[in-house]
């Protein structure tokens, strides 16, 4: 039963991917179609008004760029070629009106026709411009709506392999039998990478779609992404379904960005600039809508919009500075997501993602918090922050040790003996080592596999975990996190961060609790022993740990406290939250960079280019 439950959902899956792609196209098609049988229609009826020459030239223009592929347009008249209409009236008279009184002879008559017929009178701007900003809203929710129906299919998809990998009847008589598990999604991830490399993350997305500057892509090139993406959540369901120690939000993420991807151009063109600004900030509501759907939290999807994709955005932008053709890229990426008419639509994607999410999932399969009780927030502030100052240790400990994961599997580290074995293997066997390693680490530390949020769920509802068994789990969860992103599986790390906060909120309460006992025994009088120090409880530190660790991990302290805080729907703890994100991520930062700046290394990256800053690991697969 499980197992029909697992194929049903990868097929569902697959055929909505196909599906989108194919039909897409189609209105892409349909719409070409459309303007060039307009400029059939319009081109023997012009009359010599200069408002109707504009009106056909400008049809014209917009049939002839989706010919040709710089977007030039010839002449049929003359001969002449022109980029666009604005070169084209930049040397000719004006009536008053921003029209070219010069294109008489450029438009000739149809002998037929009679000097009394009109074309339709012109457009306001007005109207125009909410006719775009309609395209625009209707473009969004399309990407906001198939974000959410594809990432609950994911997460089903998800549960029904895990279901039927650890509910067979043979694990009960050997246990044993579960080291076998990891590795086998290992063996599906290498197989998929047989076909080929997976497609980038987040930053290389974003630097494909600036790059795409033709005038749109054709059906096969649309059929293609959506095939490459549809492979890589595969590779992640099996990763996730198998309990590989990775998180389910990077691939979310990038699900979204697909749906975005397979939306652009299904609306009137742009012109260049215009187009690949929008583009991009369309792959900014696919972001969100993952986020948002993945969380169910649509605020912290748009403030990860405004964060991480600026980041990225600016990231790409320094990297093409050097390139003196990518001029017109650089400005126009600096607008996005600076204006209110921006925010619009990421906002609204989001927002339709998490409804539909949430209807379809309910309250399953999503981070729920147990009860707590911030007893002294005021006087316990110094406590978070010095709570978030030690998150961005453990941020910047996890990151390093990513870095040196993915160094070894590389065969950049280690012994020349152990340099060349590694060189030697195919990628296509490094995500089954990963898987392994996960296995024999589960048997004897279960919680670090990935069971969806039940291992977290309980794990901050628990309170009487010992301190020892906490750091033991923080410091094998970074290193099997590390060990499975660098060895090619396929997932993010918005989980792990969680998990990793929130054993360092858990231990840290534990500490200074066990501090404040040997003060008060040791005699200790007066505000020791008055209710005004008196602890939260430990799932308060947790979640405030888990945030200030994401929020360092990730540079985006507004997205983690306000993840938190819609999971909690509690306004008292906004304080500790953003007071303890804000230094970690600063912290964070300090580490970083002080780090770096000792480097003696001639290749040396900026934090905001490196492949874990966002946490989509996944960047380095089939690398």
């Known amino acids: 039963m499980t197992t029909m439950r697992a194929l049903r959902a990868l097929l569902m899956l697959s055929m909505a991917q196909l599906a989108l792609a194919l039909s897409l196209q189609t209105i892409h098609s349909r719409k070409t179609i459309s303007i060039h049988s307009s400029l059939a229609r319009c081109a023997p009826r012009v009359s010599r008004s200069s408002t109707n020459r504009h009106l056909c030239w400008s049809l014209r223009s917009l049939a002839s760029s989706q010919d040709s592929p710089n977007g030039s347009t010839k002449n049929s008249t003359n001969g002449s070629t022109t980029t666009d209409l604005q070169s084209e009236e930049s040397g000719s008279s004006s009536n008053g009106n921003g029209f070219d009184n010069n294109q008489d002879e450029s438009l000739p008559l149809d002998d037929n026709e009679s000097k ?92 494909e779609v600036d790059q795409d500057r033709g005038p749109g892509r054709n059906s096969r090139m649309r059929i293609q992404t959506q095939l490459n993406f549809l492979r890589k959540s595969v590779a992640a369901i099996f990763t996730l379904g198998t309990g590989c120690s990775l998180g389910p939000e990077g691939p979310c993420v990038e699900i979204g960005m697909s749906m975005a991807r397979a939306c652009m151009d299904i609306f009137p063109q742009r012109d260049m600039t215009r187009r690949t600004n929008w583009n991009l900030l369309l792959l900014s509501c696919g972001a969100a809508a993952g986020v948002a759907s993945g969380f169910n939290a649509p605020l912290a999807g748009t403030f990860f919009a405004i964060e991480i994709m600026q980041k990225a955005f600016a990231a790409v932008r320094d990297e093409s500075k050097n390139n003196s053709n990518d001029k017109n890229s650089n400005n126009a990426m600096q607008s996005i997501l600076s204006t209110t008419e921006n925010i619009t639509p990421v906002l609204l994607a989001s927002v339709l993602a998490a409804l539909i999410s949430r209807a379809l999932l309910g309250n399953h399969l999503v981070l729920t918090l147990t009860n707590y009780s911030l007893k002294t927030p005021l006087i316990e502030l110094p406590l978070y922050l010095l709570l978030g100052a030690v998150s961005g240790f453990v941020a910047f400990f996890f990151s390093r040790v990513a870095n040196l994961s993915k160094s070894f599997f590389d065969g950049d580290l280690g012994a020349d003996s152990v340099r060349s074995v590694m060189h030697s293997l195919p990628p296509t066997v490094k995500p089954l080592m990963g898987g392994l390693l996960c296995g024999i680490v589960g048997l004897f530390f279960p919680q670090i596999l990935f069971f969806g949020y039940e291992t977290l769920n309980s794990l901050l509802a628990n309170t009487t975990l010992p301190t020892t068994l906490l750091l033991s789990l923080l410091f094998v969860k970074t290193v099997m996190t590390a060990v499975s992103a660098g060895s090619g599986l396929v997932g993010g790390t918005f989980a792990p961060a969680l998990f990793l906060g929130a054993m360092v909120g858990a231990s840290f309460h534990n500490i200074v609790a066990l501090l404040f006992q040997l003060v008060m025994q040791l005699g200790g009088t007066g505000v020791f022993q008055t209710p005004l120090l008196e602890l939260a409880d430990v799932p308060a530190y947790a979640m405030v740990g888990a945030a200030s660790v994401l929020a360092a991990l990730f540079r985006a302290p507004l997205t983690a406290s306000l993840l938190l805080f819609e999971l909690t729907r509690d306004y008292d703890v906004i304080l500790p939250l953003m007071a303890s994100a804000g230094v970690g991520s600063v912290v964070g930062d300090i580490l970083e960079e002080k780090f770096e700046l000792a480097q003696e290394r001639r290749q040396r990256r900026r934090r905001d280019q490196d492949s874990v800053s966002w946490g989509d690991l996944s960047d380095w697969t089939g690398k």
């Open 116 to 207: 009394e017929t009109h074309l339709e009178p012109p457009v306001p701007s007005s109207t125009l411009k909410f006719r775009t900003t309609s395209y625009d809203l209707t473009q969004a929710a399309i990407v906001g709506a198939l974000t959410g129906f594809s990432v609950a299919l994911f997460k089903l998809s998800i549960e029904a392999v895990r279901e039927f990998c650890y509910q067979q009847p043979i694990l009960s008589i050997n246990p044993l039998l579960t080291v076998f598990i990891p590795a086998a999604g290992g063996l599906v991830v290498g197989t998929l990478l047989l076909l080929g490399a997976f497609p980038p993350g987040l930053r290389g997305t974003v630097k």
